[in-house]
Structure formats: C-alpha cells, structure tokens
C-alpha cells in the first residue's frame, strides 16, 4: 500500500518529530511519500491551498492530510493497513483521533460534517477523490470530508481505536 502523507509547512521545528513517528510504515507494508511545503508566511488559510496543490501532484496510493502539529499514533500503521487488507473494496477510512487532554474524536458516520471532524482522521484513495478538492477557508477540509462522505457512502470504514493524534506538538 503507498500512502502519500501531505503537510503544509507552518512549523518546520516540529518535522524531526512528525518525521520519526513515520518510522513504523514499513513494518506494515506501508511505503509512505512524505509531501511538504512551505507556508511560513500562513499564506493559504489552513494550507488548504497548498494541499490541494500537492493532490494534484498525486496520481496513485492512499491519500493522507498530516498538519504539522500531528504526530502519527503508533496504532495508525496497524489500523490503516488491517482496515485495507479487510475491506480492500473500501475508499474511505476515518479513523478516531486522540488529543493530548484525554478526549477524542470518535469514528462515527454521524461525525462526518464540518466542525466535527478533522483532515487528520481521514484516509482516502486518491481515484476516489476525483476533482473534489478542499475549500480554501477555515473550515474547509470538514467541509471536504462532508463531501466526501456522501459520494462515497458504502466505500467507508470507521476505525473506532484511537489513531491519530490531534495538536499533539502544540504548546499545552
């Protein structure tokens, strides 16, 4: 499975760190392509923008939106590739996210709707994707994953096991 990774750049300090939770990809199959640019300036709300510009530089593989705040859980690698190795069929996985003050945001059908639910709880085929791009403002990736939620209903798998994290590297 490939799994193309895509961050826009805000904090560069915090890429050592994100760089070294990718480490465990391998031991599941996983061949990853890191994809970053910079947007020190905070140009492209959210770095919307930018990560659209870096979909259209992808032509294969699983797609997946990592901010520079995240950090990949050590569950995600087994949750990602046993939920594709299960129902290879599937276009979608959302997968449940943990923040650093205990509470998370649980994979759930209902959660699929702006303001509910984060770009770093979503993988997505890229032929799945289409044209559909994420709207360039604030809450424009929920926006995206709403969208995507109803074009490709039936083809998603909900991962409940925390997987991600959310604003890991923020100052607490």
């Given at each position: 499975m490939k799994l193309h990774?895509?961050?826009?750049?805000?904090?560069?300090?915090?890429?050592p760190q994100i760089e070294a939770s990718?480490?465990?990809?391998?031991?599941?199959?996983?061949?990853?392509?890191?994809?970053?640019?910079?947007?020190?300036?905070h140009q492209s709300v959210g770095g919307q923008s930018?990560?659209?510009?870096m979909i259209e530089q992808i032509d294969d593989g699983w797609v997946y939106?990592?901010?520079?705040?995240?950090?990949?859980?050590?569950?995600f690698w087994h949750t990602v590739a046993a939920a594709v190795a299960a129902r290879p069929e599937a276009a979608m996985l959302v997968i449940t996210q943990a923040h650093r003050n205990g509470w998370a945001r649980i994979a759930h059908p209902a959660m699929l709707r702006p303001t509910l639910v984060d770009?770093?709880?979503?993988?997505?085929?890229?032929?799945?994707?289409?044209?559909?791009?994420?709207?360039?403002?604030?809450c424009g990736d929920g926006e995206w994953i709403a969208a995507l939620g109803e074009t490709l209903a039936g083809r998603i798998v909900f991962c409940t096991t925390p997987a991600t994290y959310y604003n890991w590297l923020r100052a607490p």
């Open positions: 990774l895509l961050t826009a750049v805000t904090r560069p300090e915090n890429l990718l480490a465990p990809a391998a031991d599941f199959g996983i061949e990853v392509v890191w994809h970053t640019q910079a947007d020190p300036e930018i990560k659209n510009a939106i990592l901010d520079d705040d995240n950090l990949m859980h050590p569950h770009a770093g709880q979503v993988v997505v085929r890229r032929d799945a994707l289409g044209d559909l791009r994420i709207p360039e403002h604030y």
